[in-house]
């Protein structure tokens, strides 16, 4: 109690910001307390990584949507080819029913004015198109791959009782660090999984309980703790919104909740932009 009494102190001791003009106006002086100063920064902070963020997306949001408009235009020359393709071909047969090889002849001129068909130029259109075509299936395969890969959503419906970051420990009181959020549910409520991805972990893990982790590619893991039981093993394949637990109350708990990780390159996140969508 005396400590929290002196931290609240402390927060709250008045501190003076001095302003001297530069002009011979006389000065002033600002009186703030530690802690509003602290907030202050904090919020600037915030808001310049929120800034950034929305910045980097439109960024990768314009860069995608040229490359779209791109295949677009390929789109546009595969279908311009297969109508010359068309057309040839209607031309060779309307002279090929002609029946005889001096009707042929005498009636190839007929069609030359309607464009001459350059068959190798024509071989090399549809070679590059082809080339074109197998590039925007990759490049759409590999843009669903991290669409999948990359966890969304919530892995069960309910309300955030412990956030991400700081906080008081609940089980053994003290301040510690959370490195993900808990979700409060009934027991028994399906935990589902955020992301496609292979199960890595699913068996008793000490303090978390029974515990399931996914990998799912791309640098990002998943992991589910404190669930009453498990009904996925390790190695099983499993797609977003698979039902993988049911959540519990094991290991250190106090009530029925589902913890919720998320790791990308070996570290844990936040897991809330990912939930809202934002990541």
């Known amino acids: ?6 931290f609240v102190k402390k927060a709250f001791t008045p501190i003076t910001i001095m302003l001297v003009p530069h ?15 602290v907030l202050s920064v904090a919020f600037w902070l915030i808001g310049c990584i929120y800034v950034i963020s929305i910045a980097v997306n439109a960024v ?29 071909e209607s031309e060779f047969k309307m002279l090929f029913s002609l029946g005889t090889r001096e009707r042929v002849l005498e009636n190839v001129h007929t069609t030359s004015d309607s464009g001459s068909i350059d068959i190798e130029a024509m071989r090399n259109q549809i070679k590059d198109t082809v080339e074109n075509v197998k590039d925007i299936k990759e490049y759409l395969k590999e843009q669903k791959d991290i669409y999948m890969a990359t966890p969304k959503g919530w892995p069960v419906t309910g309300r955030i009782t412990s956030p991400y970051g700081i906080r008081e420990n609940p089980v053994h009181g003290g301040n510690d660090f959370h490195s993900g959020i808990d979700i409060s549910v009934e027991s ?13 972990f699913a068996a008793w893990s000490g303090g978390s309980g029974n515990l399931v982790g996914l990998e799912h590619g791309l640098g990002f893991s998943t992991f589910y703790a404190h669930n009453k039981n498990v009904v996925v093993k390790v190695g099983q394949r499993v797609k977003r919104g698979d039902v993988i637990a049911y959540s519990g109350s094991t290991g250190s708990s106090t009530g029925p909740h589902c913890h919720y990780e998320i790791w990308k390159d070996g570290r844990h996140v936040n897991p809330a932009k990912y939930i809202e969508g934002r990541s």
């Open 1 to 6: 109690m005396s400590r929290l009494k002196g």
């Open 188 to 200: 028994g409520t399906p935990i589902r999984a955020t992301a496609d991805g292979v199960v890595s």
């Open 60 to 88: 990768e949001y314009r860069m995608m949507k040229e490359r779209l408009n791109y295949y677009s235009g390929q789109f546009v020359e595969l279908n311009a080819t297969i109508v010359a393709l068309k057309n040839a």
């Open 23 to 37: 002009s011979n106006s006389k000065h002033f002086s600002i009186r703030l307390p530690s802690i509003g100063i």
